[in-house]
């Protein structure tokens, strides 16, 4: 290779590089591919521009079809968990209008419970309000009313 299809080729990778087309060694490759076909079949510059958009309009390709891919796996993503949304609200539904036939409690019921708890007389302490009576305490015991030295 003279100098001057080295300067060609350099040029190239930054052209690749600059444009997002190629890694470093893929540039590399692509541009020796590009210049050592100009050198054989004396293309000239604007054949070299060509394929250079080709190179770009493959590359454009690659990205639109990867773009459509993820956006087709996102929106199964999400048409899946608005199915599995959509689910649980027809059980919620079908979970309240369970709960909307049966018949409500019977008051007597609840007065029976009522009657239960009051048989068992089980008297809870209060430690805030205690059980005292006057007599229990003697006032002189709480309060000191003696000289305060």
Not at 3 to 22: C, D, P, R, S, Y
Not at 56 to 71: A, D, G, T
Not at 92 to 99: C, Y
Not at 124 to 142: C, L, Q, T
């Amino acid at each position: 290779m003279d100098v001057k299809q080295t300067v060609k080729i350099n040029q190239l990778v930054n052209e690749f590089k600059k444009h997002g087309i190629a890694t470093e060694e893929e540039a590399i490759k692509e541009a020796t591919r590009v210049i050592s076909k100009e050198a054989l079949n004396g293309m000239q510059k604007e054949e070299v521009s060509q394929e250079i958009l080709n190179m770009i309009n493959r590359k454009m390709q690659y990205l639109s079809e990867l773009s459509e891919k993820r956006l087709k796996e996102e929106t199964d993503k999400l048409r899946a968990e608005v199915g599995n949304m959509a689910g649980e609200l027809k059980a919620l539904r079908d979970m309240v209008k369970d709960l909307a036939s049966r018949p409500a409690p019977k008051p007597e019921q609840q007065t029976l419970k009522a009657e239960v708890k009051e048989g068992k007389k089980v008297e809870e302490a209060k430690p805030r309000s205690g059980d005292f009576e006057p007599g229990d305490v003697d006032i002189n015991d709480v309060f000191y009313f003696g000289n305060k030295k």
